[in-house]
């Protein structure tokens, strides 16, 4: 399958539409919470990622069809003093996931945080989604520990 990995233009009504599209099929996957994006949020994201500037979100598409989506948010390790990236979504639609959809989205993450200077990237997985964690151990993520004496990191959030 030919993939053709873009940035993201928020600005673009095609690329708007491609990323709220494959974001809310993610929402909708159960590896996704189950549930649609609520209506406001699909009607703000675009708008509000365009003002961030360390936001960068990149589409897979085959041919005219929007297949698979990363968004990635700049963020600062202040052990290295270096900017890192974090990969806070990666988005395969069902019929195109085992055919490196997800790799080549991960290639395009990796090169833009090359380009930014950054030390690392980091992304979040829910232990039950073994085909993602899979993949991210073959493209060389590992979990995430300062002295493996110490434990692994854990993940947690508070809402506010």
């Known amino acids: 399958m030919s993939i053709t990995v873009l940035r993201v ?3 673009s009504a095609a690329h708007r539409s491609a990323l709220v599209m494959l974001l809310n099929a993610y929402a909708l996957d159960p590896m996704g919470g189950g549930t ?6 699909q009607d703000r994201l675009c ?3 365009a003002v961030r500037p360390t936001a960068a979100s990149f589409i897979a598409w085959h041919g005219d ?3 698979g989506l990363i968004n990635c948010i700049e ?3 202040t052990f290295k003093a270096r900017p890192l990236m974090n990969i806070h979504d990666l988005a395969v639609l069902p019929g195109h996931r085992g055919q490196g959809v997800g ?3 991960l290639a395009a993450a990796q090169q833009h945080a090359l380009e930014r200077g950054c030390c690392k990237l980091t992304l979040e997985v829910l232990t039950g989604n073994v085909p993602a964690l899979r993949s ?5 993520f590992e979990a995430y520990a300062l002295d493996p004496a110490a434990g692994q990191a854990s993940f947690m959030q508070k809402w506010l």
Request: net charge neutral; hydrophobic share 40%; charged share 25%.
């Open 47 to 49: 708008d509000d990622l």
């Open 136 to 140: 991210y151990l073959k493209f060389g």
């Open 75 to 77: 963020g600062y390790s």
């Open 65 to 67: 069809q929007a297949v």
């Open 103 to 105: 790799r080549a989205l």
């Open 9 to 11: 233009d928020y600005q």
């Open 36 to 41: 649609a994006l609520p209506q406001k949020v």
